[in-house]
Structures are given as structure tokens and as C-alpha cells.
């Protein structure tokens, strides 16, 4: 068990999936843990009680990462609950399919309000209250380094992004002794993304191990870098897909 005892962190799109699994996991390695929502109270009543159940304060904030005002608001009552805050993980995030000829430019800027500058805004909202040891860790998607079929381009872009922001703002916050990376997940069996989707044989057929990933395996991932056995990694992008991009 890794030890984040005495830690605080605030989770983006906490509520389900693989920000769900990420909330529950810093939670029982001892971190305190809010996370925002926007649509399903019972599930982040579920996830809230799960991480009480592991012994650890939790706190459901309803907020749409689409509204900066919603961002600052989330990021002061997760800070005035838990006395302050120490992790920021950014997982909302929302998916995009279509060709560019069809783009819908509507849809567009909401992939890119929500993948892109939520991240950057939760970031900028936090930054006041991390101290040396804290860290922001950002989950893009394998999809960012490789494209491997059409329809994906705008969500493919959106994680691309999540790159230069990583490798920019270690750069920033690095003399503070704070510490920002990138997650890269390939495919994970989620509602989103569901291991017996359509497309799931093929999204298989591109990992080297053959299989999709659960989402406390990529929780693994977050919690490590999180933890003071990553402290001197920053501005790195640890993928965690199978192999896909092998």
C-alpha cells in the first residue's frame, strides 16, 4: 500500500468510470478525497460512500467542467472542507466521433472546452493552494499519440493537447517543488467504452496483451504518481494501454 495519509486531493469527473475508480483508490491508500459530477447524484453518492467506507472524508461537488465559474466554485468548497488540497487529478473528460467534413462546431467546442480548458482551469484555481509535494495529474488517452482509425480526429486532438500542457506547466510549477503528469489510458472497460462493445475485438486486436484494461488499473497508475515514490517524476507521460502504442 502506498502511503498518501494526510493527503488531499480533488478528483474531475469523480463520480463514474475511470475517475470513480481513481477517487476510491487515492481514498484507500489515505487520501481525503472530493470529486465533481454533473449528472448522476446516486452514483456520486455511491462513490462518496465508498470512500467513507475505506475511512477517509469524501465530498460530491455538482459541476459542470464546461463552466469556469462552476471549476472555481468546486475547487474553493473542496479546499474549505478538506482544510486545503495536495492532489489534483483531472478526469472529466468527454467523448467525440465524427468525420471533420461533418464537424459540428458546437460539439467541437465542447470536447475542447471540457478535455482542454477545464483541465488548464482546474489547474489555474488550484495552483494558490499546493504546496512542495503536491502534484496535478491529468488522464489523456493513448488516442493522443496514434490515431488508429478515422471518426476520432477532434477527441484525438483534445488529448494531444494534454500533452504540451503536462510538459509546460512541470516547467512552471517545478521550482515549487510540485510535480504534473499525464496518464494515458488505452482502451478500458467502462459505460463509455464498454468491453463488449461493437468495436471492442478490434480495440483488442491493438494491444500487445490482448485485453482491455479495468479502471483500478489505471487508478494504479495515478495513486503511484501521487505517491512520494514518483517525486522526482514530472512532465512525464506514463501510458497505461496494453501495449497499443508498442
Known amino acids: 500500500m502506498i502511503d498518501l495519509n494526510g493527503k488531499r486531493a480533488l478528483v474531475t469527473g469523480g463520480s463514474r468510470g475511470i475517475g470513480a475508480a481513481i477517487a476510491l483508490a487515492l481514498a484507500?491508500?489515505?487520501?481525503?478525497?472530493?470529486?465533481?459530477?454533473q449528472y448522476s447524484a446516486e452514483k456520486a453518492e455511491a462513490v462518496a460512500k465508498s470512500?467513507?467506507?475505506?475511512?477517509?472524508?469524501?465530498?460530491?461537488?455538482?459541476?459542470?467542467?464546461?463552466?469556469?465559474e462552476a471549476i472555481?466554485?468546486?475547487?474553493?468548497?473542496?479546499?474549505?472542507?478538506?482544510?486545503?488540497?495536495?492532489?489534483?487529478?483531472?478526469?472529466?473528460?468527454?467523448?467525440?466521433?465524427?468525420?471533420?467534413a461533418d464537424l459540428d462546431v458546437h460539439a467541437y467546442q465542447a470536447v475542447m472546452d471540457i478535455n482542454v480548458r477545464a483541465p488548464v482551469l482546474f489547474a489555474k484555481a488550484v495552483i494558490p493552494h499546493l504546496t512542495g509535494g503536491g502534484c496535478i495529474i491529468t488522464i489523456g488517452s493513448a488516442l493522443g499519440e496514434r490515431v488508429p482509425f478515422p471518426g476520432i480526429t477532434t477527441y484525438a486532438m483534445s488529448k494531444a493537447a494534454l500533452t504540451s500542457f503536462t510538459r509546460g506547466l512541470s516547467r512552471e510549477l517545478g521550482p515549487s517543488g510540485i510535480t504534473v503528469n499525464l496518464v494515458q489510458p488505452g482502451a478500458t472497460n467502462t459505460d463509455a467504452n464498454p468491453a463488449d462493445g461493437e468495436a471492442a475485438d478490434f480495440q483488442r486486436s491493438l494491444t500487445s496483451l490482448g485485453r482491455y484494461a479495468e479502471p483500478h488499473e489505471?487508478?494504479?497508475?495515478?495513486?503511484?504518481?501521487?505517491?512520494?515514490?514518483?517525486?522526482?517524476?514530472?512532465?512525464?507521460?506514463l501510458t497505461v494501454d496494453g501495449g497499443a502504442l508498442a
Open 28 to 37: 484507500e491508500n489515505g487520501a481525503d478525497v472530493a470529486f465533481t459530477y
Open 51 to 68: 470512500i467513507e467506507k475505506a475511512g477517509r472524508r469524501a465530498v460530491a461537488i455538482q459541476a459542470d467542467s464546461a463552466d469556469p
Open 72 to 100: 472555481s466554485r468546486s475547487v474553493s468548497e473542496a479546499v474549505s472542507t478538506l482544510g486545503g488540497l495536495d492532489i489534483l487529478v483531472n478526469s472529466a473528460a468527454i467523448g467525440h466521433t465524427g468525420m471533420i
Open 218 to 237: 489505471i487508478a494504479n497508475a495515478v495513486v503511484f504518481l501521487a505517491s512520494p515514490a514518483a517525486s522526482v517524476i514530472t512532465g512525464a507521460t
